[in-house]
């Protein structure tokens, strides 16, 4: 026990020991070099260190007032900045739809027969009460006769019956009994005439037949399939919208449609219905538009996207989406303004908090904290940490494409056989028409609108909305 206190104390000794002398290494290895360097120049070691230490070739230790860092105004930075612009902005959401049939049925027979006669072609326009399809009704058609002969006899003993009540031949009973079998009679003959109309299937609207799938002689059980009709001289384009939107939905209200089957034509829709109930799964509401289709150019079932419309706004102060700066759940920009000093004017940086709008590709809508002509930082944010900076404002290059690289411009935008200047910027040209007769690469694009209706009368969708 006693050897293991003693080894414990020569342990904690050594440990100390071996501490305190790397404490004065460390601090005595410096001062001995010091001194073994010094001793052998003598006094001439002030009188070496003096000329280097105002020796030309280290201007870093020279005074404030004799080296380039010197006091004088600070070096403006260099910033790349953009007016704010007035432009016109539509207040829009976009989603994805289909189109459906202002009507659209099956038509399948009620009642089991064998196809007698098919009065339509395929893809043919049918009109309302039109018929369709004949089922055999040979037997139907036989007990027809059969109740209508049962009618005449019971209607002949009714009146007998009642020619004799009024001489007392007969009692009242004998009456009533008659003019009960009288009215059956009656419930018989239109129940086989109700039995032998359901074998002649029509068309309930107008519309356009598609490709049927029996054929005559055919037999058919109640419920198969035989055409499909359907009504699209206007369609229906469905879609859904965040529940966000949901307040400022509206009956009216237009829309536009591109669909990827027809690209470079945008077709116009009217909001006819807004679904009551928001779908739980999605938070989403249904809307149903109208589309004029009496050209027959749009087909159910298309793929749609649907851009509503809420509003425009003409006087819209729009900057660049990369002037924004986020912070802190807040939304900020910089401006450059005038540093309010007559005798040295310069451009300053100046932090502001705005308030956004609606959001364009590249573009951003600022309803408060800015005015029109007002300039913003685009680039170099990083470099302005706090108000009052110095800044050299650089015009930011537009957007369709500048000389910093972008392939967008430059030659492209350029006459044929005009050459241009190395780093001169080439300002932009809309393209050239193509040359009569000459040769166009690629398919030749459909028209932005469509040619003008074919058909007369009122557009099918208005009628819609004013009846909804």
Aim: one cysteine or more.
């Amino acid at each position: 026990m006693a050897s293991k206190f003693l080894y414990s104390v020569i342990a904690v000794v050594g440990i100390a020991a071996a501490a305190g002398a790397a404490w004065w290494y460390q601090h005595k290895s410096p001062e001995g070099q010091s001194f073994e360097k010094s001793a052998p120049q003598g006094g001439s070691a002030p009188a070496a260190q003096t000329p280097s230490a105002g020796s030309a070739g280290s201007p870093s230790v020279a005074g404030p007032a004799g080296g380039p860092q010197g006091a004088g105004p600070a070096r403006p930075v260099s910033v790349e900045v953009a007016k704010v612009e007035i432009t016109q902005l539509v207040d829009d959401a976009q989603t994805v739809g289909s189109l459906r049939s202002r009507q659209g049925v099956m038509v399948r027979p009620e009642i089991s027969g064998r196809i007698t006669q098919l009065n339509f072609r395929d893809g043919e326009r049918v009109r309302k009460g039109q018929l369709l399809v004949q089922l055999d009704d040979q037997l139907p058609q036989a007990q027809v006769k059969q109740s209508q002969a049962e009618l005449s006899i019971a209607q002949a003993n009714h009146k007998r019956n009642q020619e004799l009540l009024a001489q007392n031949f007969i009692s009242q009973r004998t009456v009533d009994e008659s003019a009960a079998s009288l009215e059956v009679a009656q419930a018989k003959l239109a129940l086989s005439v109700a039995t032998a109309a359901r074998l002649k299937i029509t068309a309930p609207f107008d519309g356009i037949t598609g490709i049927r799938s029996a054929n005559v002689g055919d037999y058919l059980k109640d419920g198969s399939d035989i055409v499909n009709l359907e009504d699209i001289d206007a369609v229906f384009v469905d879609y859904r919208l965040p529940e966000r939107f949901q307040t400022r939905l509206k009956k009216g209200q237009r829309a536009t449609v591109d669909l990827d089957a027809l690209p470079g034509r945008k077709f116009e829709a009217v909001v006819l219905a807004i679904d009551p109930l928001i779908d739980a799964n999605g938070r989403s509401v249904g809307v149903r538009g109208c589309i004029d289709n009496r050209q027959l150019t749009l087909r159910p079932g298309m793929f749609a996207r649907v851009t509503t419309v809420f509003g425009e706004r003409n006087q819209a102060r729009v900057i660049p989406e990369e002037a924004i700066v986020p912070q802190g759940g807040k939304v900020f920009v910089i401006k450059v303004v005038d540093n309010g000093d007559a005798a040295n004017p310069a451009k300053v940086s100046q932090r502001t908090e705005v308030k956004v709008g609606i959001r364009r590709p590249g573009r951003v809508e600022i309803v408060e904290g800015l005015e029109p002509d007002d300039m913003v930082v685009t680039a170099g944010h990083q470099r302005l940490q706090k108000d009052g900076t110095v800044v050299k404002p650089i015009e930011a290059g537009g957007r369709g494409g500048n000389a910093q690289g972008n392939p967008g411009a430059g030659a492209p935008n350029a006459a044929p056989g005009a050459p241009t200047a190395p780093g001169a910027p080439t300002a932009p040209s809309a393209p050239a028409a193509p040359a009569s007769g000459a040769p166009q690469s690629g398919a030749a694009k459909l028209p932005a609108k469509l040619p003008a209706a074919a058909s007369t009368g009122a557009n099918p969708c208005l009628s819609l909305s004013a009846q909804s």
